[in-house]
C-alpha cells in the first residue's frame, strides 16, 4: 500500500496499491536500497506521481519504506 497523495474523505492519508518487484533482487533487504517497479492496480489514481516524487509504503497504518520516483511510463492500451 502507497501513500501517494491523496486523502481519504475523512481528511486521512488514502492509500493505493501497486504490485512491486525488485529489478536487482528479488526482495529489498532491510534497510537496504534497490530499484523497484511499481504497477498500479488502479492506474487512473496515480496519474499525478511524477520524478522526484517521494512516496510512502505502508503494511497497515505504520510506515514501512520510502521510495523516490525516478521515471512514470503511462499504462498501455
Known amino acids: ?13 488514502a ?3 501497486a504490485r512491486l518487484w525488485g ?3 528479488p526482495h ?4 537496504g536500497r ?3 517497479r ?3 492496480l488502479t492506474p487512473s489514481r496515480w496519474k499525478h506521481v511524477r520524478p522526484g ?7 497497515d497504518r505504520t510506515l514501512a ?8 511510463h503511462p499504462p498501455c492500451c
Open 1 to 13: 500500500m502507497w501513500d501517494i497523495g491523496h486523502l481519504s474523505p475523512t481528511g486521512e492519508a
Open 15 to 17: 492509500v493505493n496499491m
Open 23 to 25: 529489478e536487482d533482487m
Open 28 to 31: 529489498p533487504e532491510p534497510g
Open 34 to 36: 534497490d530499484t523497484v
Open 38 to 40: 511499481l504497477v498500479p
Open 53 to 59: 516524487q517521494r512516496i510512502t509504503m505502508h503494511e
Open 65 to 72: 519504506d520510502t521510495a523516490v520516483i525516478l521515471e512514470v
